[in-house]
């Protein structure tokens, strides 16, 4: 019997309305369109301002794109992973939501929760559970909705972040595309470098802690940057290496999207030319566990079935890794 990969065969994504500028950041806090865009290469990200609207209606949003494009019916889905570190409620997992809301009635759902990681760690998942042979259509959803917990009051963060979401359906493949091999990792002495302090179950909301302002997003942005560059690099090496792949033999690197230089300098390390990097931070930011997703979505028309693509990302915990697929399907 021929080996069942996990591949990609259709995306979708979804970003609300309102633009977030830069030139409306400089009316909000003591930064500029020059400092944005040289420190991060962002010029705008988009902000869910409906009310009582979370990350599910990211998620299912995106979800809908996705079959609008295909021809596939939504209680074909075995199981819903949604990718994200802002989940509707605690407790409550927003998958089983969304699952519930897309039509998706067969399947069974749970959110992964690993920072900027989040995708990746869920298309490992994901791909396991396909390669098991239990299982044949998975859809993945990266949502977040990073405004829930952003102080705009704080320019070392406000200037970052946006919501979004993209989805992608992973089928099992016995012709050799899809997921190839991962190299994951983890470490959690980062912790303290980029994290919401309060609201989780070491330090639960309290008055104290709303006045503390321990509800929003803080980072130590230079160790973070440090540690991206230098561990990005790495797992792509990593993964290069044991796939024996040259960098020629690359068609694509998706990265995640937190800083244009973080991704500029990962390419430069492993000597990938800019041409093959996707980027559309400019137009997002940092959406978290979107940003993937949301770049295989914008790209969907320049990739080639056979394509190879390396995804990438580094966050909060800290969580990292790399991904290596073969890209399934022209559009
Ligand atoms: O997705 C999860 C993983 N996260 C990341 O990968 C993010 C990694 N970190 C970064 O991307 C960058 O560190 C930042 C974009 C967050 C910051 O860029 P930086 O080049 O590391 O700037 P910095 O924090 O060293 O700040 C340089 C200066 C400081 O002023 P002084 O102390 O030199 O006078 C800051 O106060 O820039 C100042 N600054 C700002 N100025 C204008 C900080 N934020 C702003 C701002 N506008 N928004």
Redesign the pocket.
């Known amino acids: 019997m021929s080996k069942i990969s996990a591949a990609i065969t259709a995306v979708g994504k979804y970003v609300p309305d309102y633009v977030l500028t830069n030139q409306i ?1 400089e009316t909000m ?4 369109d020059e ?2 865009t040289t ?2 290469g962002i010029k705008e990200r988009r902000i869910l301002k409906e009310k009582n609207k979370g990350t599910s209606f990211l998620a299912i949003n995106a979800a809908k794109d996705l079959f609008n494009k295909i021809d596939i019916a939504p209680k074909d889905i075995e199981l819903v992973i949604v990718a994200t570190a802002t989940p509707d409620m605690q407790a409550a997992a927003t998958s089983v939501y969304v699952a519930t809301q897309i039509g998706a009635t067969n399947a069974f759902g749970f959110d992964l929760v690993a ?2 990681s989040s995708f990746l760690y869920a298309i490992s998942t994901a791909s396991s559970f396909i390669e098991s042979g239990k299982y044949k259509k998975i859809l993945v959803i990266g949502a977040d909705m990073n405004s829930s917990m952003i102080d705009y009051t704080d ?7 946006g919501d979004g979401a993209g989805a992608v359906l992973l089928e099992a493949n016995i012709e050799g595309f899809g997921v190839q091999d991962e190299y994951l990792r983890s470490d959690g002495s980062g912790r303290e470098f ?1 994290q919401v302090p309060a609201g989780g179950s070491i330090e639960p909301t309290t008055e104290q802690t709303i006045k503390d302002k321990k509800h929003f997003v803080y ?7 440090k ?2 560059v230098s561990n990005m690099a790495d797992v792509c090496q990593k993964i290069l290496e044991r796939n024996n792949l040259e960098i020629n033999d690359i068609n694509w690197l998706a990265a ?4 244009k ?2 991704i500029s300098a990962t390419a430069n390390r492993i000597n990938l030319p800019l041409d093959k990097v996707m980027m559309n931070i400019e137009k997002y930011g ?1 959406t ?1 566990s979107a ?1 993937i997703p949301l770049l295989l979505n914008d790209y969907e028309k320049q990739l080639k079935k056979g394509d190879n693509v390396i995804l990438a ?4 915990g800290f969580t990292w890794g790399s991904i290596y697929l073969k890209w399934a399907y022209n559009s």
Do not use: E, P
Request: hydrophobic content about 40%; aromatic content about 12%; overall charge positive.
């Open positions: 950041l806090v003591d930064t500029n400092w944005i420190r991060t920072a900027c320019r070392t963060t406000c200037i970052i972040f980029l980072q130590d942005g230079k160790t973070v940057f540690w991206a995640h999207q937190a800083n230089r973080i940092n978290t940003t990302a580094f966050g909060g």
